[in-house]
């Protein structure tokens, strides 16, 4: 009796990048496989992440709904012979972190001492959602938090530099921040009103105001 003979694997799994694996990155994951009865043998491939299946094939780009940062993803590579028998062979890369960015940030609403100010700016993480903090500053001393500010509130005067300051935090440690600054304008003072009373002032007799 011929007992058949299991498949081996030539060139164990192996996946590339791997090194610098972030949300976005295109993983491709090989090996060679051959059966002393069957000759060459065409691995199949599957993807999983803590023991959860998230694709098949030999390619796959690392998604952050798939995948947390710290997270191996495991390439599995399965050689299967004519008679059904079955050898396997793994490879491993860790999920890194991405950090976030901020850009885009502006300033509106006015540009006097007495004007409320709003800041907007846009971040983006592929790992995560980041909530953007706002903070304002006039020579680099804070006089004020969150998007909105009233200048009315501060000390600020012409000529002063506001600047705000639109950061983000993600939950890996890292940050990123982006500023816009607006430069405050003087305003002229209106004209006087001016009135002399009485009127009709008698001579030798009324004082002017």
Do not use: K
């Not at 192996?14 to 009865?37: E, H, Q, R």
């Not at 639109?166 to 990123?176: I, L, M, P, Q």
């Not at 600054?181 to 003087?186: A, D, F, G, K, Y």
């Amino acid at each position: 009796t011929i007992i058949n003979t299991a498949p081996t694997f030539d060139v164990a799994a192996t996946i590339l990048p791997n090194t610098g694996v972030v949300t976005g990155t295109l993983l491709t994951c090989s090996a060679t496989a051959s059966d002393l009865d069957d000759g060459s043998v065409v691995p199949t491939y599957e993807w999983s992440v803590s023991g959860v299946s998230i694709a098949t094939g030999s390619t796959y780009t690392v998604d952050a709904n798939d995948t947390n940062v710290g997270e191996n993803i495991l390439c599995t590579a399965t050689a299967t012979d004519s008679d059904g028998e079955v050898a396997t062979s793994n490879d491993a890369v860790t999920v890194e972190n991405t950090d976030p960015s901020v850009s885009g940030t502006s300033i509106s609403g006015g540009s006097y001492n007495t004007d409320t100010l709003t800041c907007s700016a846009s971040a983006s993480d592929p790992d995560e959602s980041v909530t953007i903090d706002y903070t304002w500053s006039i020579d680099s001393v804070e006089i004020g938090t969150g998007t909105s500010l009233d200048l009315a509130t501060t000390a600020a005067l012409p000529q002063d530099v506001v600047v705000c300051t639109a950061s983000v935090d993600d939950s890996n440690g890292a940050s990123a921040n982006d500023t816009a600054s607006l430069t405050l304008v003087n305003r002229a003072p209106s004209a006087p009103v001016v009135e002399i009373s009485p009127s009709s002032p008698v001579a030798g007799t009324d004082d002017l105001v």
